[in-house]
């Protein structure tokens, strides 16, 4: 069955607060993304996105951070891991591999952490590491990946020296970063490398078929649209956009197989473009035997969250994802504690 009809008008409505916050915003921020102003638009995020030292992210001392340089793939660059934790614990704790957003083509490892640091580390006793991945299209499929994937291994193996317990890993991230975990979730598990304790996909960038109802149906509306989605995954992929083969670890929409994944978060809006690829991803997961928490916020766009955090659903979806993750855990330490 093809899709329904998309009837001009009938989308839905958007949450008064959020509804504020997407107001408030300048004609540049709205603008979709093109070809044409991709370079401009890069450049643009690059002076505008916050970049913190990593004096900065030790917040007079509350946490231990460390920039690390690691091998990347084979005949590839070194990969950048900004690894962060609350001072003083002893012990190896669990850590979130998280990757950033930012469409595959903007973005960079040091901007998400002081919120994640603040939100979830501290409160959970969690060990950070966040990933500065190649941008498309100066490295197109599967070079970002490749690079969270080297940077995954590299941890695991290293988890000694890095304080961290190599079976509580948690890979995470928001939009192009929840489509890279996701990825990366199905590469380790058909490569036999480390096996995630979980994986928390926030609105992520699933599929490059563009295809679905709401990738229509919300075209032109919030801050992120049809045609900035294309120009991303072309960035991303180049000739190979589109491609009946294109394997499922360039776009997860793509995997037929879906079993064998760990427990999966999935937050999305329902007045976002992603909607309905992220909805069908949590109902293949389900279809192949697997574990999903699926959450779709009404009246949410894409990246709700950032532009009006304190917006009573913001507020509740960062609850919701915190207290996914303190159960994930606090299963993970009742199956690994010892007896007596």
Same mark, same amino acid.
């Given at each position: 069955?093809?899709?329904?009809?998309?009837?001009?008008?009938?989308?839905?409505?958007?949450?008064?607060?959020?509804?504020?916050?997407?107001?408030? &915003?300048?004609?540049?921020?709205?603008?979709?993304?093109?070809?044409?102003?991709?370079?401009?638009? /890069?450049?643009?995020?690059?002076?505008?996105?916050?970049?913190?030292?990593?004096?900065?992210?030790?917040?007079?001392?509350?946490?231990?951070?460390?920039?690390?340089?690691?091998?990347?793939?084979?005949?590839?660059?070194?990969?950048?891991?900004?690894?962060?934790?609350?001072?003083?614990?002893?012990?190896?704790?669990?850590?979130?591999?998280?990757?950033?957003?930012?469409?595959?083509?903007?973005?960079?490892?040091?901007?998400?952490l002081p919120r994640?640091?603040?939100?979830?580390? *501290?409160?959970?006793? *969690?060990?950070?590491?966040?990933?500065?991945?190649?941008?498309?299209?100066?490295?197109?499929?599967?070079?970002?990946?490749?690079?969270?994937?080297?940077?995954?291994?590299?941890?695991?193996?290293?988890?000694?020296?890095?304080?961290?317990?190599?079976?509580?890993?948690?890979?995470?991230?928001?939009?192009?970063?929840?489509?890279?975990?996701?990825?990366?979730? &199905?590469?380790?598990?058909?490569?036999?490398?480390?096996?995630? &304790?979980?994986?928390?996909?926030?609105?992520?960038?699933?599929?490059d078929r563009d295809?679905?109802?709401?990738?229509? /149906?919300?075209?032109?509306?919030?801050?992120?649209?049809?045609?900035?989605?294309?120009?991303?995954?072309?960035? *991303?992929?180049?000739?190979?956009?589109?491609?009946?083969?294109?394997?499922?670890?360039?776009?997860?929409?793509?995997?037929?197989?879906?079993?064998?994944?760990?427990?999966?978060?999935?937050?999305?809006?329902?007045?976002?473009?992603?909607? !309905?690829?992220?909805?069908?991803?949590?109902?293949?997961?389900?279809?192949?035997?697997?574990q999903a928490e699926?959450?779709?916020?009404?009246?949410?766009?894409?990246?709700? !969250?950032? *532009?009006?955090?304190?917006?009573?659903?913001?507020? !509740?979806?960062?609850?919701?994802?915190?207290?996914?993750?303190?159960? &994930?855990?606090?299963?993970?330490?009742?199956?690994?504690?010892?007896?007596?």
């Amino acid at each position: 069955m093809g899709l329904r009809r998309v009837f001009p008008g009938r989308v839905p409505p958007i949450d008064p607060e959020l509804g504020v916050a997407l107001a408030a &915003l300048g004609p540049e921020s709205r603008e979709p993304v093109t070809p044409e102003n991709l370079r401009a638009r /890069q450049e643009r995020d690059a002076a505008a996105r916050p970049r913190p030292t990593a004096e900065d992210l030790r917040a007079d001392g509350r946490f231990e951070v460390a920039e690390l340089r690691v091998p990347g793939p084979p005949g590839a660059p070194d990969v950048t891991l900004v690894s962060a934790r609350p001072a003083g614990l002893t012990g190896p704790l669990p850590l979130l591999y998280y990757l950033h957003g930012g469409a595959m083509i903007m973005g960079n490892a040091w901007s998400v952490l002081p919120r994640i640091l603040r939100e979830w580390a *501290l409160p959970l006793e *969690l060990a950070v590491i966040s990933v500065e991945y190649r941008l498309a299209p100066a490295a197109r499929y599967p070079g970002p990946l490749e690079d969270c994937y080297a940077g995954l291994v590299w941890a695991a193996g290293h988890a000694a020296e890095l304080g961290i317990d190599p079976g509580r890993i948690i890979i995470g991230g928001k939009s192009a970063g929840g489509g890279l975990a996701a990825a990366l979730a &199905l590469l380790t598990r058909d490569r036999g490398g480390p096996g995630p &304790l979980g994986q928390l996909l926030l609105c992520p960038m699933l599929d490059d078929r563009d295809a679905t109802f709401s990738s229509r /149906q919300m075209s032109g509306r919030g801050i992120w649209d049809l045609t900035s989605n294309a120009t991303a995954w072309k960035a *991303l992929l180049g000739d190979r956009y589109g491609a009946a083969d294109l394997p499922p670890y360039a776009a997860p929409a793509r995997a037929t197989d879906l079993s064998g994944l760990p427990p999966a978060y999935i937050e999305v809006g329902s007045a976002e473009m992603f909607r !309905d690829e992220d909805v069908a991803y949590a109902n293949a997961i389900w279809q192949a035997g697997g574990q999903a928490e699926l959450h779709v916020w009404p009246g949410a766009y894409h990246g709700f !969250d950032g *532009l009006a955090p304190k917006a009573a659903l913001s507020q !509740d979806a960062r609850d919701a994802r915190t207290r996914w993750l303190r159960r &994930l855990l606090a299963q993970s330490g009742t199956r690994r504690r010892p007896a007596g």
